[in-house]
């Protein structure tokens, strides 16, 4: 047998319509956007999901072309089932949220796995979505892992194309968050001195643009291209593009050089939604150049991409419109249900009627939270996000994707939407510092009669605690809970039945113009 004998055939890397699609991450801010793309290209698209409760809640998972494996793409079994069969495999995986250096050893390790599992399933492209910054030795180490991510998936020998971006701009976004916070709480601000660091920021759709393009281009295989808007601004005018877009007044900004990459990361945590352990890895990528090389995206799939004042424009249209696809927090992990049985466990439990529909409750139910508030002693709540953003905990400013809609693996304020069962029951767990684990269940019923028009309205809080400190902790929120959550029920209450009486006069008048219109009137 000759060496040519030994030489395995090179695959053909152009992936054809109808292929399947091997798509990490699809429950993050990206993903779940991608998705419905590759769909609308018409490919099939194969999910690997720690959840695939969370990803059912989805608008596109119930498409006929979607196939789910749920497991951790830490097991290399797990992922030689998701990756059989597959002609090509995003990696969109990124454990920055992960404490100390541990996202760096743990994406490291999944990366290895990934490439080495896809060329022993013949997957015949990798696409990885990576950060801009020039190769140098003082690269964050949030960059610099993003690096070895690179390596470690083509290490395997299949062809794989990295797209490295550096803000990423769009609704739900964390760039987006940052800058929005930042410019609307602080008129002027004392910064470090990376707000004078250049960087090309890109849209979202842009980015998906070039996701799927490069899926769809065979000369992106095996390359590593930049991409990134048209214009190459500092942080500091960015900001002001910012303000201006949101009808703010010019922003002062005063960069300073005290101020460490530690420091920056709490000052970024309490201004601003994004919780320490995200924070800081973005705080130290903030002090590296993150600028195109060249042109070789755009050489090869052409697009015009938008301007940062277009991008922010586009976010902003979306937030108010309350169309917002995905968001950062949507990458949160699935808090497990609490073991309730066995130990201690506190529960608090309040009920009202109401004189409204099922339905209209439950609406009321489900708009809680963010901008809409808890409809009672709003003061105390905030108070409570205030704590806990100031020991590290996520606090009210992560908001919620939708006003006025919840799905299964949402953040709300505090809270991870860990059940949805409408129109009857909805199960938060919060995310807040606690030394225990707290659940806040609220459910409507209906009513005793069975009548129509009527319901009951329940929240029930349960706790349980860790330790000593953990029952002290309990005790001391006790008295406050009539205040909260009976005056929250009291505010859904008023809210279904506001909504009942004004469908109720709007059908009386459309009766009465019906009667009059019989007349001939």
């Given at each position: 047998m000759t060496a040519a004998d030994d030489e395995t055939p090179t695959p053909s890397i152009e992936i054809p319509k109808g292929a399947t699609i091997l798509l990490t991450g699809s429950t993050g801010y990206i993903g779940g956007r991608l998705a419905p793309r590759l769909l609308e290209q018409g490919y099939r698209v194969r999910c690997l999901v720690r959840s695939d409760a969370k990803l059912l809640s989805r608008p596109w998972a119930s498409d006929e072309r979607v196939e789910i494996v749920e497991g951790d793409a830490r097991d290399r079994e797990c992922l030689a089932t998701a990756m059989r069969g597959a002609a090509a495999a995003y990696f969109l995986i990124h454990s920055m949220d992960s404490v100390g250096r541990e996202y760096r050893e743990r994406d490291l390790e999944i990366a290895t796995s990934f490439g080495e599992i896809a060329a022993a399933c013949g997957v015949r492209r990798i696409i990885y979505l990576g950060g801009l910054g020039e190769d140098q030795a003082d690269l964050s180490e949030h960059l610099a892992s993003r690096r070895e991510v690179e390596r470690a998936l083509g290490s395997g020998g299949v062809p794989t194309t990295v797209l490295r971006a550096a803000m990423i701009i769009g609704s739900g976004s964390a760039s987006f968050e940052i800058l929005r916070y930042l410019v609307e709480r602080l008129p002027i601000m004392v910064t470090p001195r990376w707000v004078r660091t250049e960087s090309q920021p890109i849209s979202v759709r842009d980015v998906l643009f070039f996701l799927v393009a490069a899926l769809e281009t065979p000369a992106t295989a095996g390359r590593v291209l930049d991409i990134g808007g048209p214009e190459i601004r500092n942080y500091a005018d960015i900001m002001r593009t910012m303000a201006e877009a949101l009808g703010l007044r010019r922003r002062i900004v005063i960069p300073v050089p005290v101020l460490t990459p530690r420091l920056s990361s709490l000052w970024i945590h309490i201004v601003t939604p994004l919780g320490a352990s995200i924070a800081r890895p973005l705080a130290e990528g903030l002090r590296n150049r993150v600028v195109c090389r060249d042109d070789e995206a755009t050489r090869l799939m052409p697009r015009k991409c938008l301007t940062i004042r277009e991008a922010i424009d586009a976010a902003i249209a979306r937030v108010e419109s309350g169309v917002v696809e995905t968001a950062w927090s949507d990458a949160g992990t699935m808090p497990g249900d609490p073991h309730w049985a066995g130990g201690t466990v506190f529960t608090d439990r309040h009920e009202l009627p109401c004189n409204a529909t099922s339905p209209d409750a439950w609406r009321a139910a489900c708009s809680i939270g963010g901008a809409n508030g808890y409809y009672a002693a709003d003061w105390l709540w905030r108070l409570r996000g205030v704590m806990d953003r100031m020991i590290g905990g996520p606090g009210l400013r992560r908001g919620r994707r939708s006003a006025t809609d919840l799905r299964l693996g949402d953040a709300l304020d505090f809270w991870r939407v860990t059940a949805v069962e409408?129109?009857?029951?909805?199960?938060?767990?919060?995310?807040?510092?606690?030394?225990?684990?707290?659940?806040?269940?609220?459910?409507?019923?209906?009513?005793?009669?069975?009548?129509?028009?009527?319901?009951?309205?329940?929240?029930?809080?349960?706790?349980?605690?860790?330790?000593?400190?953990?029952?002290?902790?309990?005790?001391?929120?006790?008295?406050?809970?009539?205040?909260?959550?009976?005056?929250?029920?009291?505010?859904?209450?008023?809210?279904?039945?506001?909504?009942?009486?004004?469908?109720?006069?709007?059908?009386?008048?459309?009766?009465?113009?019906?009667?009059?219109?019989?007349?001939?009137?």
């Open positions: 409408p129109p009857r029951r909805l199960e938060l767990t919060a995310e807040m510092l606690l030394p225990g684990v707290a659940t806040l269940t609220l459910e409507v019923e209906p009513g005793s009669d069975g009548g129509d028009g009527r319901c009951v309205v329940a929240s029930t809080a349960r706790f349980r605690p860790l330790g000593l400190m953990g029952i002290l902790y309990w005790y001391s929120v006790l008295p406050l809970h009539g205040i909260v959550f009976r005056g929250m029920l009291k505010g859904i209450v008023r809210r279904a039945e506001s909504r009942a009486a004004r469908r109720a006069t709007l059908e009386a008048v459309d009766h009465a113009t019906s009667a009059d219109g019989g007349h001939g009137r």
